[in-house]
């Protein structure tokens, strides 16, 4: 496990992961399931479900650097879950935003 010892292994790390894991399951399960079909949205160009995940997943990231870069890492409040309690970041705001802007982009791209 020391070769592995430089990652930030945290409980917001595991949920990404976990998170990223799950949608390439409902991804795969849905490509199973249901045939994509093209559609044309507000970009004028046809997208299939594949295209709109990697737009969101970019569209990610950019909104969690932006966040990083101009609000910071700060905690916003503090939970009283276990001796120390358990702070939340501010990054989890940026997370409700992205949410967001997936939905947002499912739907009409």
Do not use: N
């Not at 945290?10 to 199973?32: E, R, S």
């Not at 409040?77 to 802007?101: K, V």
């Amino acid at each position: 496990m020391e070769s592995i010892a430089w990652m930030a292994w945290t409980l917001p790390t595991a949920i990404f992961f976990a998170a990223l894991g799950l949608t390439l399951a409902v991804m795969i399960y849905l490509a199973a399931a249901y045939p994509e079909a093209d559609r044309v949205g507000v970009l004028r160009i046809p997208t299939t479900r594949g295209d709109r995940l990697f737009i969101s997943l970019i569209l990610t990231a950019v909104i969690h650097l932006l966040w990083i870069g101009l609000v910071g890492t700060d905690a916003i409040a503090t939970l009283p879950i276990g001796e120390e309690g358990f702070e939340l970041s501010s990054l989890w705001l940026a997370t409700a935003i992205s949410l967001g802007m997936a939905v947002i982009i499912f739907r009409t791209v």
